[in-house]
């Protein structure tokens, strides 16, 4: 067992031209989590360097580079050039990510758009209102928008190192609510620190901007149009004034993300079958854009552009703006500034009781008909990351300080984020001690799922194997010629043995274009099913995946004990296509395009389908399952 365990781990391939991305979140979070580590080593760095040789770090970060045509162009240090150039790419991705959230992640569901968004601003109003308390009466209250701002890469990276016992739904419901704080944040960046705004260039920002809508519902799809247009609104967003990071996130939400349909994918693999068959320089470029288009362009410019963001740009920014030369009369004045003092308090305490406050308000007012998609121990735990203000308060910062109030501002950020990191550890280790029932719903919560599937589970209809009354149902869309539906068989049946209350539903998706006899394999499934023995087929079919011809089938028919002539004439006369058109029809709607693909208890499982990981998918779905009735059960006695 333990060799086959090994042999399966890597288990994600998918016919269809289906290497498919992952969710809006776990692609993101697998780059975010090794850029916290990265940032973290670039803040150390600039510490370091800054205090073995403050003069050097100030020198090169305060030389001065001007990109020139003609007569005008842009001039700026490096350090400005970082701030106000390089991380507009940074907030182009949050942008993209916001736009793949609110497309394909929690918030397609619109009813879920309530939460995030009042606890991303009562995030951000507590911080700034403690802010405030501290600086009421003096010229440093000009900085209340460095104490209200969540780094969503830092947070989010650091919430997976410092506290992996929260569900990945905590990292989904906090990058919801730190996708609102990073939109109210750019809006404060541009209305309330952009000074001596020009009204010329303002406009012609506007313009640029309008014209790029104008493209956009055009359906032009060359990106070098795309990249102009940008470059030209930053450009006149520099020149009026006004913080041009702000065109990055702007760009990000024009781009939609959505799932590859089957009928782009039959296309791209008709493209590749004729650059096959003539392998022709002309043929092979169509073969491309063919795979190309079948991708939406969120996801090709996440995929490449997040990398550099994360790996690059962001802890390029740490290394500009984090060192501070740090001495014992440095925090002697620091831990007596109202500055750092605000901001210390606003992000450790403002940040955590506004968005657990939020929430909690929310779901009171609406008496639990909108509750958080996690236990609140993992909204806690959320709230607590949350203030890690790193980049985007470090950027304000730079905008409202100079000198040593700028010191003192940036000395409070980075001491926040350390003691974030500490309460959160502590949240975590708290409720891994809470018995297991309470922690279950601590970490859980009992809020409905969002259900991807788009035709329930009907025992009636469906090929069912295991209890019809199991908490959980492992649903695969699968084709008997794929061979890595081959592959994942073994691991469904070791699965069934692990979990006796798990039921498990096959339906059909014969991809035709890409496997030629998966069709008729699927009919011969049906055809053995009118004789009570669809399960005795489905195993030898994925047996003999290179065997699926007619006189195979018929073959397997008589070793099964069936009447071969009734099985022939089932097939002959398409008694199974209604079933299978069935099948197609609800992968269609499921956004379903490749296989295998799974669904645990009408959620779309996305990664990898070991057995290891799909235990881990039964047994959330097992204890959500058991806290939903928990829950009910609790709130019906009450």
Same mark, same amino acid.
């Given at each position: 067992?333990? +060799? ?88 182009? @991705? ?53 104490a209200m701002s969540t780094d969503t890469a830092f947070a989010l990276g650091m919430l997976a190192l410092v506290a992996s016992r929260l569900p990945a739904r905590a990292h989904t419901y906090m990058l919801t609510v730190t996708v609102v704080d990073d939109l109210v944040a750019l809006a404060v960046i541009t209305i ?42 930053? @450009? ?8 041009? @990071? ?85 925090? +002697? ?14 992000? @450790? ?53 100079q000198g040593e109030r700028l010191e003192e501002a940036k000395f409070g950020v980075l001491a926040a984020a350390l003691l974030a990191c500490v309460l959160t550890w502590v949240v975590g280790r708290v409720t891994a001690m809470l018995p297991k029932p309470v922690k279950v719903r601590a970490l859980l919560g009992t ?33 008997? +010629? ?34 030629p006899s998966a069709r008729l394999a699927a009919e011969a499934a049906e055809a053995a099913a009118a004789q009570g023995a669809f399960w005795e087929m489905h195993d030898v079919l994925l047996e003999h995946q290179g065997d699926l011809l007619i006189t195979d089938l018929a073959g397997y028919a008589e070793n099964l ?78």
């Amino acid at each position: 067992m333990t +060799e086959f365990r090994q042999a399966a781990a890597p288990l994600s391939g998918r016919t269809a031209w289906a290497r498919r991305f992952d969710t809006p979140l776990r692609e993101f979070l697998r780059t975010e989590t090794g850029s916290a580590a990265i940032l973290l080593a670039a803040t150390v760095a600039a510490l370091a360097w800054a205090n073995v040789d403050a003069r050097s770090y100030e020198a090169l970060w305060s030389t001065d580079l001007s990109i020139r045509f003609g007569g005008s162009g842009v001039a700026m240090d490096l350090r400005h050039w970082v701030n106000s150039g390089l991380m507009t790419f940074f907030f182009f @991705v949050v942008g993209l990510e916001a736009r793949r959230e609110f497309d394909m992640g929690e918030l397609r569901d619109r009813r879920r758009l309530l939460l995030p968004v009042v606890a991303g601003i009562g995030g951000m109003v507590v911080p700034v209102v403690i802010y405030l308390l501290f600086n009421a009466g003096r010229p440093s209250a000009h900085g209340w928008g460095a104490a209200m701002s969540t780094d969503t890469a830092f947070a989010l990276g650091m919430l997976a190192l410092v506290a992996s016992r929260l569900p990945a739904r905590a990292h989904t419901y906090m990058l919801t609510v730190t996708v609102v704080d990073d939109l109210v944040a750019l809006a404060v960046i541009t209305i309330f620190y952009s000074e001596h705004v020009s009204g010329p260039a303002l406009f012609a920002a506007l313009v640029i901007f309008a014209l790029t809508l104008l493209v956009k519902f055009t359906r032009v799809r060359n990106g070098s149009v795309y990249v102009i247009l940008g470059v030209g609104a930053w @450009v006149a967003l520099f020149m009026s004034g006004v913080e041009p @990071v702000v065109i990055g996130l702007a760009m990000g939400l024009l781009t939609y993300a959505s799932p590859a349909t089957r009928g782009d994918l039959e296309r791209a693999s008709d493209l590749f079958r004729l650059f096959r068959e003539q392998p022709t320089a002309e043929l092979a470029r169509s073969a491309s854009a063919g795979v190309a288009q079948a991708i939406s362009p969120n996801h090709r410019l996440l995929q490449l552009y997040h990398p550099w963001s994360s790996y690059v740009i962001v802890p390029l920014f740490a290394l500009a703006n984090a060192g501070i030369p740090i001495s014992g009369g440095f925090l +002697e004045r620091a831990f007596t500034s109202p500055i750092t003092l605000g901001i210390l308090a606003a992000y @450790v305490l403002g940040k955590p009781v506004g968005i657990v406050g939020a929430t909690w308000l929310v779901s009171r007012l609406t008496r639990g008909r909108v509750r958080p998609p996690v236990g609140w121990a993992a909204v806690a735990g959320g709230g607590t990351i949350a203030g890690i203000g790193f980049t985007v308060s470090l950027l304000i910062a730079t905008l409202a300080f100079q000198g040593e109030r700028l010191e003192e501002a940036k000395f409070g950020v980075l001491a926040a984020a350390l003691l974030a990191c500490v309460l959160t550890w502590v949240v975590g280790r708290v409720t891994a001690m809470l018995p297991k029932p309470v922690k279950v719903r601590a970490l859980l919560g009992t809020a409905e799922s969002i259900v991807d599937l788009s035709a329930p589970v009907d025992p009636r209809r469906d090929h069912l194997r295991g209890p019809e009354d199991a908490p959980v149902t492992l649903v695969e869309y699968g084709d008997f +010629e794929c061979p890595y539906c081959g592959q994942a068989e073994p691991i469904v049946r070791e699965l069934l043995a692990d979990f006796g209350d798990l039921r498990y539903v096959w339906r059909h998706l014969p991809l035709h274009d890409v496997h030629p006899s998966a069709r008729l394999a699927a009919e011969a499934a049906e055809a053995a099913a009118a004789q009570g023995a669809f399960w005795e087929m489905h195993d030898v079919l994925l047996e003999h995946q290179g065997d699926l011809l007619i006189t195979d089938l018929a073959g397997y028919a008589e070793n099964l004990g069936l009447d071969v002539e009734r099985f022939l004439a089932h097939i002959e006369e398409h008694a199974g296509t209604r079933r299978i058109e069935e099948d197609l029809e609800s992968a269609d709607l499921s956004g379903v395009s490749g296989t295998p693909t799974f669904f645990v208890n009408g959620r779309r499982h996305h990664g990898a389908y070991d057995i290891e990981t799909l235990s881990a998918a039964v047994r959330t779905a097992k204890a959500r399952a058991y806290a939903s009735r928990v829950g009910v059960s609790w709130r019906g006695s009450a």
